[in-house]
């Protein structure tokens, strides 16, 4: 079974970055997918950004779409989501999403597709 943790959090001004980073361990495992979402309290899990975990490709929300990037470091099992030019509307907590099988184009952005999840990280941006 898969472990993730997320790190990275914390308080930033408008305009400046953070990056957030997703370990993943546990058992023996293979990853398909990885993913970025965010959630406010009394709110639904929002996708943010996913990625191919052998070929790559990527996939961000609209409201992030050129000022964050996710990546993966295949050797390390970890995921990172590099976010720039930061707005006080992406204060939330951040959670990472993982799955060990293959997901179909139109699933990568639904949050009940993935099958395991950090705890979450608060990210907090200040004017």
């Known amino acids: 079974q898969v472990q993730l943790v997320e790190s990275g959090g914390g308080l930033v001004q408008a305009g400046g970055s953070l990056r957030l980073s997703c370990a993943a361990s546990g058992g023996t495992f293979r990853l398909y997918t990885g993913g970025w979402f965010r959630q406010a309290p009394g709110k639904v899990r929002e996708f943010v950004a996913s990625i191919n975990w052998v070929s790559t490709v990527t996939s961000y929300a609209a409201s992030v779409k050129g000022r964050f990037t996710i990546s993966r470091d295949n050797t390390k099992n970890t995921a990172y989501l590099q976010m720039n030019s930061l707005k006080l509307e992406d204060t939330t907590a951040y959670y990472c999403?993982?799955?060990?099988?293959?997901?179909?184009?139109?699933?990568?952005?639904?949050?009940?597709?993935?099958?395991?999840w950090g705890q979450g990280t608060q990210v907090t941006v200040s004017s």
């Open positions: 999403g993982a799955n060990t099988r293959g997901l179909e184009p139109g699933e990568r952005q639904v949050a009940g597709a993935y099958d395991y």
